[in-house]
């Protein structure tokens, strides 16, 4: 586990804990009571996307994460971590936050011992792909709607031409300054005579932020030097790449250089159970 563990405190706003985010960073930071190590939640790149109105981080987390002890053995993580579709588990003493492992960290184990197989043994063949000229907006609608963190962006010859993942969005995203509206109402005592010469007045206007994906395409926001490997690339040489370079997904091509599938870091983890 790592030891030295970054997190983030509520309660707090989300504009302040998106900035480690949006400079790449973090992908996702366990979550503490104000001055103390009691975690609470847990908050990633995908809990930012899916509330883009929320502007207080306890809004935004996650609560009640799933968590380990110190003592637990590395198949009971990974089999969490499939279990639960999530990247990481904090690790607790009691209720207070000591490390955190990681599906990166799992990952090296496996570049380093290695396991048997090829890329398509544990790659998905069934991915999300976009078009470069697709307006970012639905490119983040598709990866909602498909409950997926990457989706392959195509040129219109088919060819593979980057990948747009959700770090990709976070990066992307901007904060939008507004102001809404609340119109407060008549107490249950009060009738609407006596509330009529003061109801005009009785509107709270307060300041929002609100995270919003600037009007451009795929191509505009995608990581362009993508990082693939062929069908038949062994799962270690694979793994290596990833923890190199802190990949989260490899598209596979085919001998025509065609999409195949896609590995991903988290379907490695289950060589764990």
Not at 61 to 73: A, F, K, Q, Y
Not at 117 to 122: A, F, I, S, T
Not at 216 to 222: F, P
Not at 224 to 245: H, I, L, Q
Request: net charge negative; charged share 30%.
């Amino acid at each position: 586990m790592t030891e030295d563990v970054v997190f983030a405190e509520v309660p707090n706003s989300v504009e302040e804990v998106f900035e480690n985010f949006k400079e790449g960073r973090h992908t996702g930071l366990p979550v503490v009571k104000k001055g103390t190590k009691k975690i609470v939640g847990i908050v990633t790149r995908s809990d930012f996307l899916r509330n883009p109105e929320e502007d207080q981080l306890a809004m935004v987390m996650t609560r009640d994460p799933v968590v380990v002890s110190e003592d637990d053995d590395i198949e009971k993580v990974s089999r969490l971590i499939i279990e639960n579709n999530i990247r990481r588990v904090p690790v607790v003493d009691g209720e207070e936050l000591i490390g955190i492992v990681s599906v990166a960290d799992l990952v090296k184990i496996i570049a380093e011992d290695g396991i048997n197989g090829n890329v398509e043994d544990y790659m998905e063949d069934e991915c999300s792909i976009s078009w470069v000229k697709t307006p970012a907006q639905v490119v983040a609608e598709v990866m909602r709607l498909s409950d997926t963190d990457a989706v392959i962006i195509l040129d219109s010859q088919c060819n593979l031409a980057g990948v747009v993942s959700d770090t990709d969005l976070v990066k992307a995203f901007e904060f939008e300054d507004g102001l809404e509206r609340s119109d407060m109402g008549a107490a249950s005592d009060e009738n609407d005579w006596t509330w009529d010469g003061v109801r005009d007045t009785m509107k709270l206007y307060y300041g929002v932020l609100k995270l919003r994906l600037p009007e451009c395409s795929a191509e505009d926001i995608m990581t362009e030097d993508v990082v693939y490997d062929y069908v038949g690339t062994s799962v270690k040489s694979s793994a290596k790449k990833m923890a190199r370079g802190e990949i989260e997904q490899i598209p596979v091509l085919d001998e025509d250089n065609r999409l195949f599938g896609i590995l991903k870091d988290r379907d490695l983890v289950k060589t764990f159970i």
